[in-house]
């Protein structure tokens, strides 16, 4: 039973403190839309997902007024594009993202992910193709998401699909150097994808969820930074305890959001997904809940062991708040997000190389990182090979998004504007990685991968 004091500390954390949902994603699966024939599938594709999630956003914006909560984003997952397309006999895989982008116009959600390839083992049909249409798709949609798994903790890292995204990162960034290289921003490389992730851009609805089902993914690093700054001489284990109780109350938000849009909705709850995922808003920082530990910058020595404390915690209170609990919950970081990142990443404090230390203890990887313009692709394919290889060792999900900023150098900003923010371009390695990615092949899965 709610009493007052807990109803007015929720408000105050959504006021003041940025706490929100995030996203209600929709899951859907596709894979009863499969055929032959690329118009029919296009046509299939369309129907179900206009029909399915018809009502999701106005939902969403029913439940916002019931509870005062806002709802950032509405948004629907599919199944994985690249196995839709094995069924077909030819056809362009652009014509496919583009019934994607009209069926998320008329539903009207902010994004639709799945535009994916599965190739941690090897590529089958579809895989090659859907890859290769990467960047042209990201060029002519505004809402669609891809994502591209190249590694597991099983299956050992695909390097001829690390060698494939370092090109098509690189050329859809160059495709949509006049939209501020959007292309790359709406495009992520996994390692270990969950699949039942709501959240952007590595979305997508797993062969082994439900027909349809929606997912709530929670958001507050506010709230969490704020708890922290109230016990400033608080010991290690005290904070860890602090961080818990507030991931606990800020879960339990989630469960209850994403129990009433399975009724509301008439489909299965799937999870939910507690990520601190920042956004450019002031107060709204993990950077700055690092800080709040103490840390003078965050990317100082001290700044891993920091995120550890905090990613495990959140993890620990999510879980005791809802048998839900999935998709990539703990801490993001990504860079042009997080106005406490990208504060650090022009003080030259925050490198790549740190922020690479930063991605073995939190939720996903590298992201949102802006690079030179002139970034060799063999480069960007290193970082990802480096970035997987971190998942694939520490059986997490890592991931790599990444913006060539196309005519921009070092020391120069790329602005996104909206959740996306703006991003400081980071220094690169010069040295060549190019006969490295070109040996090809796959770097096997570690000796503790074989546990059956």
Excluded: W
């Amino acid at each position: 039973m709610l009493n007052t004091s807990d109803i007015l500390e929720t408000i105050r954390m959504i006021q003041d403190e940025c706490l929100d949902i995030r996203t209600i994603t929709m899951g859907i699966s596709l894979l009863d839309c499969c055929t032959g024939d690329m118009s029919t599938l296009c046509d299939r594709v369309y129907d179900k997902i206009t029909h399915c999630a018809e009502h999701l956003v106005a939902t969403g914006e029913q439940i916002e007024a019931e509870y005062g909560i806002p709802i950032i984003n509405k948004r629907i997952s599919i199944t994985p594009a690249a196995i839709m397309l094995a069924a077909t006999n030819g056809g362009d895989p652009v014509q496919l993202a583009r019934t994607l982008q009209r069926a998320a116009e008329t539903t009207g959600v902010n994004f639709i992910g799945g535009f994916s390839a599965l190739v941690h083992k090897g590529f089958s049909a579809g895989d090659r193709e859907l890859i290769r249409a990467i960047p042209q798709a990201m060029a002519e949609t505004t809402r669609l998401c891809s994502s591209v798994n190249v590694g597991s903790t099983k299956a050992g890292i695909n390097m001829d699909a690390v060698a494939m995204m370092g090109k098509v990162i690189r050329e859809a960034a160059v495709l949509t150097a006049d939209a501020q290289c959007m292309g790359p921003a709406k495009l992520v490389v996994l390692c270990n994808a969950p699949e039942d992730n709501p959240f952007m851009a590595g979305a997508f609805h797993g062969v082994g969820e439900p027909d349809c089902e929606v997912h709530v993914g929670v958001s507050g690093p506010g709230v969490v930074r704020a708890a922290i700054e109230k016990y400033p001489d608080a010991t290690f284990d005290e904070l860890a305890d602090i961080i818990k109780r507030t991931a606990f109350k800020i879960t339990r938000m989630g469960q209850l959001v994403g129990t009433r849009a399975s009724k509301m909705l008439g489909v299965p709850f799937g999870i939910v997904d507690l990520s601190l995922a920042p956004t450019p808003a002031i107060g709204d920082s993990v950077a700055h809940i690092l800080e709040g530990m103490g840390l003078s910058v965050c990317g100082m020595h001290g700044t891993t062991a920091a995120l550890a404390l905090l990613n495990d915690a959140v993890k620990k209170g999510g879980v005791m708040a809802s048998s839900s609990v999935g998709g990539l919950s703990g801490a993001f970081i990504p860079v042009s997000e997080d106005a406490g990142m990208i504060a650090a990443a022009e003080s030259g404090v925050l490198s790549i190389e740190k922020l690479e230390a930063m991605t073995a203890v939190c939720s996903v990887g590298l992201d949102m990182i802006v690079l030179p313009g002139d970034t060799p692709a063999s480069t960007i394919s290193a970082i990802i090979a480096d970035e997987a290889a971190i998942g694939m060792v520490n059986n997490k999900t890592t991931a790599v998004r990444v913006i060539p900023a196309i005519g921009k150098q070092s020391g120069e900003s790329l602005e996104f504007g909206g959740l996306f923010g703006s991003g400081p371009v980071m220094a690169v390695r010069n040295e060549s990685a190019e006969a490295f990615i070109a040996r090809g092949g796959r770097i096997p899965a570690p000796m503790h991968s074989i546990r059956n």
